[in-house]
């Protein structure tokens, strides 16, 4: 079913980011998310939300929130520290293979997350246009394959599933985002991004989205 823009105009969008894990103390994915909670962009008003770094529990809130807000837009960001771009996630796959434990110490080797379900989902963002819009703005960003096999993979999986089977005229997708500059400073070699710009490239994505 393809999603119809007016009524994703009229719709929620449901922005989330992550708690800090692997060692860190902050992740920037729910510092940028945050500061979009309760705004209203062109008449529809944003809901952010803070998923655990943990397999399960992240799927099970978000699809709460799915439930709850029924939005027209899913924005999903998650924190990439080896990355130096904004990158825009086009696949998501039925595959839960940590390289490190999440923040209940759990660490998954080669299971499926949906059993049954599809091998992979594709993005319903419009991945190249965003990666453009970004780009005008000069603001450094990607087309990124996968979303990767840890929990940023896992709820963008789930949330592709369930709007899916629900056949819910939403789009949905995950951006990875960077660093922070006060997290990249103790990793030698680590990029990272300045929060503001990180914030900037959001803002473009979510009104490019409702154009």
């Known amino acids: ?55 399960g529990r992240a799927e099970t809130q978000l699809s709460y929130a799915l439930r709850k807000l029924r939005p027209g837009i899913v924005l999903m960001l998650g924190e990439a520290g080896n990355r130096s771009r904004i990158s825009i996630e086009r696949v998501a796959i039925n ?45 450094p960003s990607e087309c990124s394959l996968s979303a990767g096999s840890f929990v940023c993979n896992a709820v963008m999986y789930r949330a592709l599933h369930l709007l899916a089977e629900r056949e819910a005229p939403a789009r949905a997708g995950f951006i990875h985002l960077p660093y922070l500059p006060e997290q990249a400073v103790n990793h030698r070699h680590a990029p990272s991004m300045a929060l503001d710009d990180q914030m900037a490239a959001v803002e473009i994505i979510l009104r490019t989205l409702m154009a």
């Open 1 to 55: 079913m393809k999603p119809s823009k007016n009524k994703s105009l009229a719709a929620p969008i449901l922005i989330t980011g992550f708690t800090p894990f692997g060692g860190e103390t902050v992740n920037p994915s729910w510092l940028v998310a945050s500061q979009f909670d309760g705004r209203e962009m062109l008449g529809a008003r944003i809901h952010a939300r803070e998923l655990p770094t943990v397999f």
């Open 95 to 139: 595959l839960a293979d940590a390289r490190i434990a999440d923040n209940d110490g759990k660490k998954p080797r080669d299971q499926v997350l949906v059993k049954n379900g599809p091998a992979a989902y594709f993005s319903t963002l419009p991945v190249r246009e965003l990666h453009e819009a970004l780009h005008a703005a000069e603001i």
